[in-house]
């Protein structure tokens, strides 16, 4: 949860609006936000924990498949049926939208947009370096935990 919440955050010192969305199985789950439940300035938003199937051929699915981030306007009938009547759509189409990978599976997916403001260039080569070194990071978190669970010693009963 620390990871996907530095990315959020990141993704917040370049874009208006961001959300962490959690893959489960065949839908996505709404968690932690930037700049959507309220006003950027205010912090990161709790986990709205709204839910929608992810459905076949969509930006969503092929992200998930996908080691590489979108960004650019889009027209998507996933966005626009399910995550933009629930978040508000932006002015522009313009969207970014990058999976967060760890031991090979897409874990989360951060969604962000300007929101209100005109869309404008970004550094998606080190926004993709950045998140790729948050999968890493977990990737390590978790194979410290898995060592440290097997060299303990076993407990008595």
Request: proline share 6%; aromatic share 8%.
């Amino acid at each position: 949860p620390e990871i996907s919440l530095e990315v959020l955050q990141f993704g917040g010192t370049i874009f208006e609006r961001c959300q962490t969305l959690i893959v489960d199985k065949n839908e996505l789950v709404a968690e932690r936000s930037l700049g959507i439940v309220a006003d950027k300035k205010n912090g990161i938003s709790a986990a709205q924990k709204f839910r929608f199937t992810i459905e076949e051929d969509s930006l969503f699915e092929h992200l998930i498949k996908s080691d590489k981030p979108f960004f650019g306007p889009v027209k998507d009938k996933a966005l626009e049926d399910h995550l933009f009547p629930r978040i508000g759509a932006p002015l522009e189409s313009t969207i970014f939208l990058a999976p967060l990978k760890c031991n090979g599976r897409t874990i989360t997916l951060t969604y962000a947009d300007f929101g209100n403001i005109k869309s404008n260039r970004i550094p998606v080569d080190f926004i993709e370096f950045f998140i790729a070194q948050a999968g890493i990071t977990m990737e390590n978190a978790l194979l410290r935990k898995q060592l440290a669970k097997s060299s303990s010693p076993p407990q008595q009963q």
